[in-house]
């Protein structure tokens, strides 16, 4: 428009030459690359691409340089070669869950259902397409289709997905403070938070956690019932960014089948969430399909144990729980940054919160429950973690390793 035209040519002569100079070379570089890749895949190099994007949105150069390569892919018919899509984290997974559908010599078949109606025209926060086109480009690697009906489904993919516009993941645990809650804290505290509540950026999150165009307590009963027919589910939990719905997770954790999922994720960006979803989900279909060993079964009820705690309990409520009670008694400010000396004091505070939401999440719905695959079963009989760390000594990263003790059948 006139009105871009004059803001661009107010701002060239404010930006310097060389940064600009520096910026677009960088650009020019990394697209070069992509291209080589491509072309060495049609070379035969690769047996399959997949090229991220991380953290995008609809409009921006790198949109610009993702036409120009898929121009290129279809110049050399390798459409079925070639993933151009938003993610980055879980590219891995989806690599590992594809190696794994090859050699079981199997296509998924994933039927969708939505917690609201509209949210699979919904775009996310930090992608460029709609859910269900999101689904179709993470599908690519694994050979998939979308199913139309369940019957025809082998992966029932419940997606929690935003009603209107994603909210922020961490948000939840203030918003959900009562008056009684705010008055309880120190003045200065409560009166940064009670400002903060008031900010505009604050709004999405808390339309979509109050949202009627979502109605979770059904999905989850459909959930529920899919699960007591010995239907494979998965939940790709995305109505909000970097943790999981809370809301959901307390319906979830009533859920007495709960330890059946064949996945949960609720973690970064939808992107991130739906390939890790998809990459275990399609391997416990092979599980079941294919049978398994004991350990692997042991692997799968760890991962999904993993992401129920950290996406759900962690990212949802007692990380930003955490900073807001616990980090001014130490010194800290609210916020996720570094803890720099007052960091042991944090990770013990964190290990303590931690452990004892797992001890009761295992308790509840974990120990006891059988888990097959072929002709092998195993009974959980314990869930530990150990290793429990915040790598860059910050609230917002954790890492953690979990162990599971259970007995053959």
């Known amino acids: 428009?006139?009105?871009?035209?004059?803001?661009?040519?107010?701002?060239?002569?404010?930006?310097?030459?060389?940064?600009?100079?520096?910026?677009?070379?960088?650009?020019?570089?990394?697209?070069a690359v992509n291209r080589r890749m491509i072309e060495w895949t049609a070379a035969g190099v690769f047996d399959y691409l997949i090229?991220?994007?991380?953290?995008?949105?609809?409009?921006?150069?790198?949109?610009?340089?993702?036409?120009?390569?898929?121009?290129?892919?279809?110049?050399l018919h390798l459409e079925q070669k070639v993933s151009i899509y938003p993610g980055a984290d879980e590219t891995g997974m989806l690599l590992l869950a594809r190696y794994v559908t090859q050699r079981a010599n199997w296509q998924p078949?994933?039927?969708?259902?939505?917690?609201?109606a509209g949210a699979d025209q919904v775009i996310t926060a930090y992608e460029d397409r709609p859910m269900t086109e999101m689904v179709k480009a993470h599908l690519g690697p694994l050979g998939g289709v979308v199913a139309a009906t369940p019957a025809e489904a082998d992966?029932?993919?419940?997606?929690?997905?935003?009603a209107e516009e994603q909210g922020n993941g961490p948000?939840?645990?203030?918003?959900?403070?009562?008056e009684a809650q705010l008055a309880s804290l120190p003045d200065p505290l409560r009166q940064e938070l009670t400002a903060w509540r008031r900010r505009p950026?604050?709004?999405?999150?808390?339309?979509?956690?109050?949202?009627?165009?979502?109605?979770?307590?059904?999905?989850?009963?459909?959930?529920?019932?899919?699960?007591?027919?010995?239907?494979t589910c998965a939940v790709v939990d995305v109505a909000f960014v970097n943790a999981g719905d809370v809301a959901l997770g307390d319906l979830l954790f009533e859920l007495e089948t709960?330890?059946?999922?064949?996945?949960?994720?609720?973690?970064n960006t939808a992107g991130n969430t739906l390939g890790c979803v998809l990459a275990q989900a399609v391997i416990r279909c092979v599980q079941q399909q294919a049978g398994a060993q004991p350990q692997a079964l042991a692997a799968q009820v760890r991962f999904l144990f993993w992401r129920l705690l950290e996406d759900l309990l962690y990212m949802g409520r007692l990380r930003t729980q955490i900073m807001v009670?616990?980090?001014?008694?130490?010194?800290?400010?609210?916020?996720?940054?570094?803890?720099?000396?007052?960091y042991p004091a944090l990770l013990a505070i964190v290990a303590e919160r931690l452990e004892a939401a797992a001890a009761e999440l295992a308790q509840k719905r974990f120990v006891g429950q059988p888990l097959a695959g072929g002709d092998t079963c195993i009974t959980i009989e314990g869930v530990a973690l150990r290793d429990i760390s915040l790598p860059w000594q910050r609230l917002f990263d954790l890492t953690l390793d979990v162990d599971l003790t259970y007995a053959e059948r």
């Not at 078949?109 to 609201?116: A, H, P, W």
């Not at 948000?171 to 009562?178: F, G």
């Open 1 to 31: 428009t006139a009105a871009e035209r004059e803001e661009l040519a107010a701002l060239r002569p404010a930006l310097p030459a060389a940064i600009v100079a520096d910026y677009l070379g960088g650009r020019a570089r990394n697209h």
């Open 51 to 75: 090229v991220p994007q991380d953290d995008t949105v609809a409009y921006g150069w790198n949109i610009a340089e993702s036409r120009q390569l898929r121009r290129l892919v279809r110049s």
């Open 109 to 116: 078949r994933v039927f969708l259902r939505y917690s609201g």
């Open 155 to 162: 992966l029932l993919l419940y997606i929690n997905a935003p």
């Open 171 to 178: 948000e939840q645990y203030i918003l959900e403070l009562d």
């Open 201 to 231: 950026h604050v709004a999405a999150t808390l339309r979509e956690m109050h949202t009627v165009r979502r109605d979770l307590p059904e999905f989850v009963r459909s959930l529920a019932q899919m699960l007591d027919v010995g239907r």
């Open 258 to 267: 709960l330890s059946r999922l064949a996945a949960y994720g609720g973690w």
């Open 325 to 342: 009670e616990d980090q001014p008694r130490l010194g800290l400010p609210p916020t996720m940054s570094n803890a720099g000396d007052q």
